[in-house]
């Protein structure tokens, strides 16, 4: 394959490179050896990886070349895993540099993209302990978003996202525990699904930040998330949280059309005083109009989710977990300050408070899912407004910026809350070109149903072909 036609294979996605790996018109090693090369010429600027895998990379591609054709579905696919995930001989380091002994085994999710076939070729940056919607630290410096350097790509999964925007990975592993999966997906004008609580085993972790994480692909096309997470779905003896079964395996779902559906359309924020941007608020809107023209019945529907109650419970829940993060690593005192004052805020909140913060789920989970009742679908920004830059809230306390990141974020804590599966779906790009996106949040255990709508929305305007217009500055 000519150079020119290995560049373009590199952002042509997961399902591409699969096939054009098993069809022979290129070899695991060459295109696991076309990403080290972008790496290695991009990501000094970018700050994707914390660490890339070169030689273990371009080993396990030779060794899939020499066991010969297969029907193995990731077959030599370069996909990036994000630092909070483990890997064995790794400590798994969550963004900072408190922990130092290395993982006997691979978690559930590397092991299952190995046995796919996929080639593990580093893993990615986040923010200390994922506290955060931008992927900064005061030790490792920024990452910086693909379509433009003075941007993030969000956080806290900011380095999974950046280095499939810039095609160093074919797809990335992320996690979410309030939107940090969505919130760089969405920065990066990539397709990132949250999936059901429980659907990808967290193994070996039973659950995370009590419950409100989950994992899953960041990748270019609805169809390539698809088929990685049919790879990684499925439980792990020891999980705190098994899903449903869904009707169909993911791929499929993406392939099938999704027929005339009931959605909801909300601008309403999670709490009272949050504006939204003109230009987030168009994107929602032009989303609807499409989804209309697209034969749904789309109806205009704001439940009412300024319960301060909730929001409140969130936050102390928030801070708390952030306390029991940092408390929990092998070194606490290597933590950056901003991560110390934060877990110092949750170390102040009351044991009978942090009980009851943490004790409201099914009833809010009751709550939130009355919606579903009326509707399939439930249409919502993403973020409140455009990518924020690289640094813009430093010099902010830790109560401040906080303030700023949950009005930022506060159309997905909810989801994490509540379990529900919810998508970031590319909508377009701001007047200065950077990528705007909605939120479609669906029933419990209903991936299904929102890969199809993602999957048609993707089909009305594709997004996948734009090549980020920044990584000439990156290099």
Not at 44 to 62: I, M, S, T, Y
Request: aromatic share 4%.
């Amino acid at each position: 394959m000519e150079p020119s036609e290995l560049s373009e294979l590199c952002f042509a996605g997961v399902a591409a490179q699969a096939r054009a790996v098993r069809s022979g018109q290129v070899s695991a090693r060459e295109l696991v050896a076309e990403h080290l090369r972008r790496i290695e010429r991009i990501d000094p600027g970018l700050n994707a990886f914390r660490l890339v895998f070169a030689d273990q990379a371009l080993e396990e591609a030779a060794r899939l070349d020499a066991r010969g054709s297969g029907d193995l579905p990731l077959r030599g696919v370069p996909i990036a895993v994000k630092e909070d995930i483990a890997i064995a001989g790794l400590p798994t380091t969550k963004g900072t540099n408190a922990a130092r002994t290395p993982q006997p085994a691979d978690s559930a999710i590397v092991a299952r993209l190995r046995a796919a076939g996929a080639v593990v070729i580093g893993r990615t940056r986040m923010p200390e302990l994922g506290l955060w919607p931008h992927t900064e630290s005061s030790w490792a410096g920024p990452t910086r978003n693909p379509w433009s350097p003075t941007h993030s790509p969000g956080g806290s999964s900011g380095g999974s996202a950046a280095a499939v925007a810039a095609g160093l990975a074919a797809a990335a592993i992320g996690t979410d525990g309030a939107g940090s999966i969505r919130i760089p997906s969405a920065v990066t004008g990539l397709f990132g699904l949250k999936p059901q609580r429980g659907r990808v085993s967290l193994s070996p972790e039973p659950q995370m930040l009590g419950g409100l994480v989950v994992a899953g692909p960041i990748t270019r096309t609805v169809q390539d998330w698809a088929l990685v997470a049919d790879q990684i779905r499925g439980a792990a003896p020891g999980d705190a949280h098994v899903a449903h079964p869904p009707r169909t395996s993911f791929t499929q779902a993406a392939r099938t059309d999704p027929g005339r559906l009931r959605i909801g359309v909300s601008l309403r924020p999670w709490g009272p005083g949050i504006t939204i941007d003109g230009e987030v608020r168009d994107a929602v809107q032009d989303t609807a109009a499409l989804l209309t023209d697209l034969g749904h019945d789309v109806v205009r529907l704001d439940p009412p989710m300024r319960d301060v109650t909730a929001s409140t419970r969130f936050a102390v829940r928030y801070l708390h977990n952030a306390h029991l993060a940092r408390t929990g690593m092998e070194f606490p005192d290597l933590v950056e300050p901003r991560t110390r004052a934060v877990g110092e805020l949750g170390r102040r909140v009351p044991r009978g408070v942090a009980r009851w913060a943490c004790g409201g789920d099914a009833d809010l989970t009751a709550y939130a899912n009355r919606i579903f009742t009326s509707v399939d679908v439930l249409l919502t920004p993403a973020l409140t407004r455009p990518p924020i830059r690289v640094g813009e809230w430093d010099g902010r306390g830790a109560f401040t910026a906080l303030l700023a990141a949950s009005h930022y974020t506060t159309f997905l804590p909810l989801w994490n809350i509540t379990g529900n599966p919810a998508a970031s779906v590319p909508a377009g790009r701001t007047s200065q070109g950077l990528p705007l996106a909605v939120q479609l949040v669906g029933r419990q255990h209903d991936e299904c149903t929102l890969l199809s709508v993602s999957a048609q929305l993707e089909r009305a305007r594709p997004w996948a072909d734009r090549i980020p217009s920044g990584l000439d500055h990156a290099n």
